[in-house]
């Protein structure tokens, strides 16, 4: 069953731009505005299918590519092509310029904070302020309220395995994982949780001494260098 933010051949493309942006959904929309086809449109989605033609098979493959590249950094610009998709320059002297302008339609950077800690309603207050949406989460029902985190987005009661069972899958390099507790049962699921997603930068708090020995219990359970070196 394709759901109602997912495009299908039968649906129309604005129609379906227009229900992910209401679901807060990364699309990008991708228009030639110079060349043959000018005005034929293509929607881009990170988990496809994509929905529309640029007016050739390799033209899409190659435009879509580059949508999801700008989609990621959160770009909007004109891509240049040749009609069939050429992108070199010995491939494009000798062909006509299809421009292609490229608007993505990115949700706000995600940051998850999993410890409902003092140090977590400042951490949410900046956050919010550089354009974040964030995510306050915390095992301990007394601590993660609505109450002592009005600024955040969501405010969840959960251990790190649920947590990220949520969000985890959405998270990209334009993301962060912030893990402010200092309690092993939560630093080390959470930052194994944190390891298997894309968020871009993962930080934990503590001294020197209290990483030190972070990075000891993170060994035991089978991280080792490309992964700590992510923390």
Same mark, same amino acid.
């Given at each position: ?85 050429? #992108?070199?320059?010995?491939?494009? &002297? *000798?062909?006509? @310029? =299809?421009?292609?302008?490229? +608007?993505? $339609? !990115? ?38 309220? #609505?109450?002592?985190?009005?600024? &955040? *987005?969501?405010? @969840? =009661?959960?251990?790190?395995? +649920?947590? $990220? !069972? ?66």
């Amino acid at each position: 069953m394709v759901s109602s933010t997912t495009p299908s051949r039968g649906d129309s493309l604005y129609g379906v731009l227009a229900q992910r942006l209401r679901a807060d959904q990364p699309t990008a929309l991708a228009v030639v505005i110079d060349g043959p086809h000018t005005g034929a449109t293509m929607l881009v989605t990170p988990s496809g299918p994509n929905l529309g033609s640029l007016g050739h098979p390799e033209l899409d493959r190659v435009a879509a590519r580059d949508a999801i590249g700008e989609l990621e950094a959160g770009r909007t610009g004109v891509r240049h092509y040749g009609p069939q998709g050429q #992108t070199t320059p010995e491939d494009l &002297a *000798d062909s006509p @310029m =299809v421009r292609v302008f490229v +608007e993505s $339609f !990115a949700p706000p950077p995600h940051m998850v904070i999993f410890g409902a800690v003092d140090f977590t309603s400042a951490l949410a207050r900046v956050a919010k302020v550089l354009g974040y949406r964030v995510t306050v989460c915390d095992a301990r029902k007394v601590f993660a309220t #609505t109450r002592r985190f009005p600024m &955040a *987005d969501e405010v @969840m =009661v959960a251990w790190p395995d +649920e947590l $990220f !069972a949520k969000h985890g899958a959405s998270l990209s390099a334009r993301d962060a994982v912030c893990i402010l507790t200092h309690d092993p049962k939560f630093d080390v699921p959470a930052i194994q949780g944190a390891l298997a997603t894309k968020a871009g930068y993962i930080g934990v708090m503590g001294s020197r001494k209290t990483h030190a020995k972070r990075l000891e219990r993170l060994a035991e359970v089978g991280l080792r260098g490309d992964d700590l070196s992510r923390v």
